[in-house]
């Protein structure tokens, strides 16, 4: 028996993806983007997730054009989320070893910073031994790690642009940031085992 045109058409024809939209999708998925957002953030950043969701839907309109429907939405959105949390506790990490973050649930108020403007001597010394710690661990990496790395987790500059001024693509720069980041923490633990040892029990 022939096989018709259309039934040809009907099995070789690719299946494209439904169009899509940041509103539809803000509309119908930002509430399960809360959820997934505080349970992989915590209780300590529940005062930041509004922030957290206005920044997953930020991507998702930036990366909805290359969205194939190769993935479920669900799966893309949950996994855009991941890397958003994931990018914000890295960050805080960073900001807790300078000794820089903010409360929890405190806003920042300039009448506050008005009587005391700069750090106490102590938490100054503090923050200066602590980058003088880091950088020590820094300097004895490779730049193909080490300027990647301060410029992402110390600088704060978005990767696409990190990328760009280092010279490798987007995937390059997330491997040489991983292996930069295992560096970092193995050497910080090992120096922080050293001092463990040297002070009197």
Do not use: C
């Not at 509430?31 to 997934?36: G, L, T």
């Not at 290359?66 to 994931?86: K, S």
């Not at 973050?101 to 938490?123: F, L, Q």
């Not at 990190?162 to 720069?173: D, I, S, Y």
């Amino acid at each position: 028996m022939a096989t018709s045109t259309v039934e040809m058409l009907s099995v070789t024809a690719p299946v494209r993806a439904p169009a899509l939209s940041s509103a539809t999708l803000y509309r119908e998925h930002a509430q399960r983007v809360a959820v997934w957002a505080s349970r992989l953030g915590g209780p300590r950043r529940g005062a930041d997730l509004e922030d957290v969701v206005q920044e997953v839907f930020l991507r998702v309109h930036r990366a909805l054009p290359g969205f194939r429907g190769e993935a479920e939405v669900t799966t893309w959105l949950y996994r855009i989320t991941e890397n958003v949390v994931r990018a914000r506790m890295r960050k805080e990490r960073v900001r807790r070893f300078f000794g820089l973050e903010v409360p929890t649930g405190v806003e920042p108020s300039h009448e506050r910073e008005i009587p005391s403007p700069r750090p106490s001597p102590e938490a100054d010394a503090v923050r200066t031994e602590r980058a003088r710690i880091l950088y020590d661990v820094l300097d004895a990496m490779s730049p193909i790690y080490r300027n990647p790395f301060i410029l992402f987790e110390v600088e704060g500059l978005p990767g696409d642009e990190v990328a760009r001024l280092v010279g490798v693509k987007l995937p390059t720069l997330w491997v040489r940031l991983s292996r930069a980041r295992e560096q970092v923490a193995v050497a910080l633990a090992r120096r922080e085992k050293g001092v463990s040892r040297a002070r009197p029990q």
